[in-house]
DNA sequence: CACGAGGCTGCACTCGTTTGCAGTACCTTT
DNA sequence: AAAGGTACTGCAAACGAGTGCAGCCTCGTG
């Protein structure tokens, strides 16, 4: 036979139904005798009844279940993110449902629709889409949510980010503990929010560090890939810059760098210093390995979870968002200007 | 109010919520009159009902989702994997649930009991321990499984394995064709099956192709790790062995290879070519970037998702196999020998 | 000793959907 | 015109658990 159900336990210890279940459920185990309930969760043990959460859903229209909406799963970007979010989901008793959008608005709209009729109790959503009529009407309709790498635009729903300004500051400080004074800047587009943040904070930290402010030392790259990167980087050398470090948008426009190092026979680090930013894996293994600024991507998904149940728990609460401290990770791409 | 039931639906098209229920579903669509099904469906449509999966799952006691089992998603050997299982289930109407067993038997246990009272009709197993009394029961009582990465033992499972030996060959053969007649490798740990399966087909490749079957030109990694790699190819130079190229049992034995190569002197691919295994991301960014063999994980989760699928529909079905070939991809770590 | 008050427990209904069975109406056939 | 079929449709009972309400028993109190 199949897995014992309510009424076999209740049976099994000699009570209604009901007894049982107010006996296995601490918050009514009270109204209960305390013997019987003692007895009921022995024979519940016994036979290894787990309760099911279908039935349980139906009647309490909770499903114990959140969705995750992602572009791709594929981007190393995420999976810290959800592994940080079901390490807290699971011992909560909820589960993830993870969805892919690829970036395509439909997608993402047929996929959040999936998750609703499968009764989802609340979204994570880590898309990146600047402006999102979606999720406003999601909110509107009392969905409740959490975002994640991205503050929301008008509306009123938490969010957790990294603190982008405060970890490119720790890249421009160390380039400037290490000697540097002339600093390159190859941003990121400047259609995402995240391309824009960086870029302003790195102007304000060259400024407070009394560095050369000086705007034909930053670039921008079209997209955040390695090629856009490269791309970036060529228009400052070919421009005639002068510079000994270079703050890149995020690791892959770095790994575009390397290319044009490569490419143009500049040795890295002596001649010139570059950092990164998102510290993907593997980054440790490239000649040389790459200094960058590290999210704490794990930290970031546990966080938002906490921030979903708490929002489920009390949906009144005054909805409030998380800006998370990076730390910066030394490796060899940087040195003393030569 | 909140999304409308399926009794809403009935009512606004004046008919029993049993003939809704009919019309809606396109298995029992023909009971009903074409005329009142079309009626329906539009109700339905102008509504925005959604079927209740949970109240469904009651009745019929199939949840639509199935179990990912999986040791890490943060590995990155596991994201693809799942999107391409994802990918299949999605369009069949079924979701994953994952759960992370960081390789713990007890973590692992008590997570599949999870994903059991969540009434998944399916499993995907990608954890790789060799022996697994638990896999055994929950094929005894029944549990729809399928495994990945690995070949059961004494269980019928059906399984999707990459094709390890012809992989190797491909190496062997990719280096052969360049002109080496003494290649050397680093196998991985023998306690594990696919350690065993790639040497083997090491040795039987060499020989096929006529090379020298030199016992001394196989060294042993403790681990699938790059510390372990760099100790595995230090022992065969220390020996004084004479190679050209190196076969390596993956790519993080690979990457210990490169290091040995930087801490003495030894220029890649000049003086040793060497070929990896698995196609981790990011190896195109290495100096040199790695030859590798390319696992396809993408594909391997896609078809482990219909075999699991077919099960599901018809358990008697005779279980299947599936053995997937696998692809050389060439870069830079591999040349004519100097 | 009688009565009231708790403390427990059981009854029965509910959640939203599916499905076996019974019924109705209409059509065909003899 | 009656009998039998067919094509629908409705009724009601599930699925497994949660919960308001009523009833029972027991105990304490006057």
Redesign the pocket.
Known sequence: M?????????EAA????????????P??R????????RRVMKVAEQLG?????????????KSGTIGLVIPDLTNPLFPPIVRGIEDILEPAGYSGLIVNTDNDPHREQSQIERLRSRQVEGLIVATARVHHPLLERLHDEGVVMVMVNRRPEGVDVPSITPDDAAGIELAVRHLADLGHTRIAHVAGPQSTSTGVTRARAFRAAIRTLGLEDDPRLTATAAYWSEDAGADGLRVLLDDGQEFTAIVAGNDLIALGCYDVFHERGITCPDELSVVGFNDMPFLDKLRPPLTTVAIPHQQIGAEAARLLLDAIADPARATRSVSLPLSLVVRGSTARPG
Do not use: E
């Not at 199949?2 to 209740?10: E, G, I, K, Q």
């Not at 000699?14 to 459920?25: D, E, F, K, Q």
């Open positions: 199949s897995t014992p159900t309510l009424r076999d336990v209740a000699g009570v209604h139904a009901a007894t049982a279940s107010r006996a296995l459920n918050a009514t009270g109204l209960v005798n305390a013997k019987t309930a009844y787990r309760p099911n959460p279908i039935a349980r859903g139906l009647k309490t229209a």
